[in-house]
């Protein structure tokens, strides 16, 4: 049984809690973060501290704190040469204090408190300074999801930016279209089903062939009522930047 | 049991088709198309034709024909008074020629030939000028979907503009996260089960309170970090203007 400290006491750190604890190859031994009430409710299950000399003896200690702190807290572990990873996907394992062994534990998922995961489903981006922790880590990662990679700084930062594409710009997108849809006293929900179609869709089809609609056909009737409909100068922009994109895309 | 003439045989034609033939409230009687050989695969299993004088008499008419073909085909048709309908978000019922009874009956979802497609969950958007003729159109939608509608002229309109936002220009950022990790050598496809679980957050949480991210939080070392990293001049321009589009709609 691999032992583990969790510190930290965020969405990630809540669900990679979670996560282990249902798993058998996996134990958290113990459960670090700076407020003790944050985590108070678990301390039936899982020793809890708010003392970082209280640390206790494991195989790795996963770092799960904003990245702003990653550093800081790294530096204030009182140990040193065993094996400490954070899950951030922007930071660099030398973001870690060099006293102790460095890796990366990056679960590539958008994680929140109210919603229910399957981690299982969930790539873990894997990095070890040393060769030899590689092995240890990955043990970690399977004893929860079935999608584990090695993935270099460059590699992760590139991930990293691409998720905000499909995260959190996508979900902007989102939000454009329930404005545009609410103006007019439509349904957003009558989007719905197109919404999870789209994401389906590239499951197994490339975006690039996946693509369709007005830009890619330019239609330029269609991009001019449209632009027509559009009030906010905003969404014009980003309805005519995106457009010229799929066109640039699309060798129109 | 209701009987309806199919003219086209683009993406949605052949899928209302496919619909139609699997329920038991719906016959289609006749599939016309311009071009005989698109449909003669389908001439053991139903009477079709390119002829417009050999329309049968049907219930109704349902023209799943491009946007801007639409019009010439209604003006074409060589009988009076029926129901006869268009499947696009785009045009109105007006687009009709008004020597028949007109309407909308618009599926809201993307087709490929390619793909399946459940269509009880594909919602139809519909529309009649006659308000007596609306019973007719609900049955038919009813007969192959459980999500049916009533959507005037500028709801459809909306409806039809936000489905370029949450379809053709989220797969466009697809696109683009795509070109970000390929360009590293990292795997676009650990993007996957992000991409899904985004398009399922919004299934019950509004985009507005689903939004995460740097922008959201004005991380701005974050940002600063990701613009260095986009190499496209298009790309970074998308990055600000959406970064810009998150902090105005979140107060930032």
């Not at 550093?71 to 973001?95: I, Q």
């Not at 060769?131 to 270099?152: E, G, H, M, P, Q």
Request: proline share 2%.
């Amino acid at each position: 049984m691999i032992s583990v400290v969790i510190l930290g006491a965020g969405n990630v750190a809540h669900h990679l809690y979670k996560a282990f604890s249902a798993s058998k190859a996996v134990k958290v031994k113990q459960w670090y973060n700076r407020h003790l009430k944050t985590i108070e409710t678990f301390k039936n299950e899982v020793a809890i501290t708010d003392n970082l000399s209280e640390l206790t003896k494991a195989d790795i200690y996963i770092i799960a704190v904003s990245d702003d702190a990653i550093t800081d807290l790294s530096k204030r572990l009182p140990f040193e040469d065993r094996l400490v990873v954070h899950t951030s996907g922007s930071a660099t394992a030398y973001d870690l204090d060099k006293k102790n062994r460095r890796g990366v534990f990056y679960p590539l998922q958008t994680f929140s408190k109210a919603a229910d995961i399957d981690f299982s489903q969930v790539p873990i981006c894997l990095e070890s300074l040393r060769k030899t922790d590689y092995a240890l880590l990955k043990s970690v990662a399977t004893a929860i999801t079935t999608i584990t990679k090695r993935v270099n700084s460059d590699q992760r930062a590139a991930l990293h930016l691409a998720a905000v594409f499909v995260n959190n710009f996508t979900n902007q997108l989102y939000r454009v279209a329930h404005e545009i849809t609410e103006a007019e006293g439509a349904e957003f929900d009558l989007l719905k089903p197109l919404i999870i179609e789209t994401a389906n869709k590239v499951q197994d089809l490339s975006p690039f062939k996946a693509q369709t609609g007005p830009a890619k056909r330019n239609d330029k009737k269609t991009i001019k009522k449209h632009l027509k409909l559009l009030k906010s100068e905003h969404h014009k922009d980003l309805y005519k930047l995106l457009t010229a994109l799929i066109q640039d895309t699309h060798g129109r």
